[in-house]
């Protein structure tokens, strides 16, 4: 669950970058989900990439990996895919806002652990093992109303799931736009 | 006027521990105590349930060893139904665990205990992680991570799943082998040689830099315990237990899982959820002993495997007699994980692995059962009672972290008298004291049945309880 978003707006955060056509030579995107389904609102990430999954079934050039935590061993996926859309809850942010925001390649120190990454981590991660970075890392993140135990959602994140699909959809074919 | 210094809770463990150490007056370590702060409850809410749901149950205990749990738990399940499970599936189960033992060695060798062999026990604790690994040895984190995933697709190859696969069953696997799935294991085989051979480089020009911590850390004369085969060679999934004394001779051999519990039995301490196990006939604590790799390496004669026999020979060699100080678990387990892809290796050139017979059935034909594996960190034993419609009405686990906890606890001692002088300590002690406690790489959610994570906070209390000083990680 991302806890440390830069997250100053009232309304959905989406990356101006992505107004800009994105070029590079092999489009293969990696939809890359985080979360709890059994905590409520933190399950969000895999239920987008659920539908993610479906939505480009047989797209040789999307993979869809969901996750409870992102681990250190997702950093050859990363190495691999040429874009990577992190996908998560945050409880830090409003209940139901959907945010879009570049992945900071580096923050300095960390306090990583052996289980649980958060994106700009597994992305120095894997500059630092494999010496690449994909060239588009996008975070998306939809505030969490609740983590209590629950297999469902709170209203605001149930309001906001055909957004953040919408969201995915259209950042996923930008990537994939050459 | 003595005082308290805890480390709550403790980090880079699979779990939630923290660990309490007591001064005197002249601030000399009196004592020590690793406590599992978590609590359990897998046995009684299986309670009720029909037994062959036992396997999938249990596997929730773990995230990283629950292999082990299906295999103790399917076992004493085969017990209930008194059946013998098919050749392949035997196989394949044992292909299973092995692959768990490798990406779990990989996971405390490469994740947990590297920032301190690597960068320092000293080390900035801010980059004393895998990150700063990897941004220091890029080479080792790339095998690290390699070596993880290399386990972890073998069980997803196997049982569809990377964690908790439904695949073991009671009576053998849900499905056979396929061709293709053989083959793709096998193309992963020469990296994971390569990656093991690397970090065994790795280590053993490291280690001597590390005199003073295998000297202290839980470095004692213990017994040991591990299952072994009739040839004296390691197992992880079938064989029974021996157990020797702390000069190498066999205390008693043979230990089946039905016996288990004859022999074995577990003490209750105040300050820790996690059982104590010993056995019997010596009494507790003069009857506890150590599990996991060092105690599987001390026990057994050979591997059986060509790579690993070469490498067992001359682990037996860092000490006269049997291999006593924690720190060389380290050691033992990059022992094992080339044991285990060489053992993956035979086993996928068994004529029989692609047989379609995996699985026996039968229903109610005992009301009791057990049934043991050798998790990553040592023995695990399972044992059920069911009613006549197979519905459970009691279990008992015993977790290879609750038979080495006596073992850590006097290590943790050992490493604060050590250490701790005067009533001073830093940061770089106090890791070093916690670091005994990774060599052994405790799972605790495992020991208590339970979940929990690993902050760090440490904090020096005075006699009367008063705060007189704590540092928070994480």
Known sequence: MAKRMADNHKGDELNPDLAEPLHFEKANCLVLACGNTLRSDDGIGPRLAEWAAERFRGDGHVRVVARQQWTPDLATDVAAADSVLFVDSSVDSVPGRVSLVAVPSNRGNSDARSHHLEAHELLGLTRSLYGSMSAHALLLTVGAGSTELGETFSDQVEAALPRARGVLEKTVLRFLAN | ?474
């Open chain 2, 1 to 474: 006027m003595s005082q308290t210094i805890t480390i709550d809770p403790v980090t880079r463990l699979e779990g939630h521990g923290k660990i309490t150490i007591q001064l005197n007056g002249q601030g000399e370590v009196e004592d020590a105590h690793f406590h599992v702060t978590q609590v359990r409850g897998f046995e009684r809410f299986s309670e009720g349930r029909p037994f062959y749901e036992m396997p999938s149950l249990m596997a929730r205990i773990c995230g990283i060893c629950p292999v082990s749990h299906l295999i103790a738990s399917a076992k004493a399940c085969e017990a209930i139904m008194s059946v013998r499970i098919p050749h392949t599936a035997a196989q394949l189960r044992r292909m299973m665990n092995l692959a768990q033992m490798v990406q779990s060695h990989a996971l405390s060798f490469f994740y947990l205990a590297s920032p301190d062999l690597l960068l320092g026990m000293e080390s900035d604790p801010k980059v004393r992680n895998i990150l700063g690994v990897a941004a220091a040895k890029p080479e080792l984190g790339r095998g690290g991570v390699a070596l993880r995933r290399f386990g972890q697709s073998i069980i997803e190859l196997l049982g569809e799943k990377r964690v908790h696969p439904g695949w073991v069953v009671p009576g053998g696997v849900t499905e056979p082998l396929s061709t293709e799935k053989r083959d793709k294991i096998l193309a992963m085989i020469p990296e994971a040689y390569a990656n093991i051979a690397l970090a065994l480089g790795a280590y053993k020009k490291i280690a001597d830099t590390f005199k003073a911590e295998i000297a202290v850390f839980a470095n004692f004369p213990s017994n040991y315990m591990s299952l072994i085969n009739e040839d004296e060679s390691i197992e992880f999934t079938d064989g029974a237990l021996r157990l020797i004394d702390a000069k190498g001779s066999t205390v008693e051999d043979g230990i089946t899982a039905t016996r288990y519990t004859e022999v074995i039995g577990e003490a209750v301490e105040p300050y820790s959820y996690t059982k104590f196990a010993y056995y019997k006939p010596l009494g507790y604590p003069e009857g506890s002993y150590r599990v996991g790799p060092l105690a599987r390496l001390n026990i057994v004669k050979k591997m059986g495997t060509p790579k690993a026999e070469k490498e067992l020979a001359e682990f037996k060699q860092l000490a006269p007699g049997l291999v006593e100080s924690s720190f060389h678990y380290h050691h033992a387990r990059l022992v094992e994980m080339l044991y285990g892809v060489e053992r993956i290796e035979e086993i996928l050139a068994d004529s029989r692995i692609l047989d379609k017979h995996v699985r026996a059935t039968a229903g109610v034909n005992r009301l009791e059962g057990a049934g043991q594996a050798e998790a990553p960190r040592g023995v695990l034993h399972h044992h059920y009672k069911v009613d006549e419609n197979g519905k459970m009405t009691w279990a008992n686990l015993v977790i290879a972290t609750g038979q080495n906890n006596k073992a850590m606890n006097l290590g943790v001692l050992q490493a604060a008298k050590h250490y701790i002088k005067n009533g001073k300590f830093t940061e770089g002690i106090l890791n070093r004291v916690e670091a005994v406690v990774r060599t052994f790489d405790p799972c605790l959610s495992c020991s208590t049945h339970a979940f929990g994570q690993m902050p760090l906070a440490i904090t020096l209390v005075s006699a009367e309880g008063e705060e007189l000083d704590k540092v928070v990680r994480g």
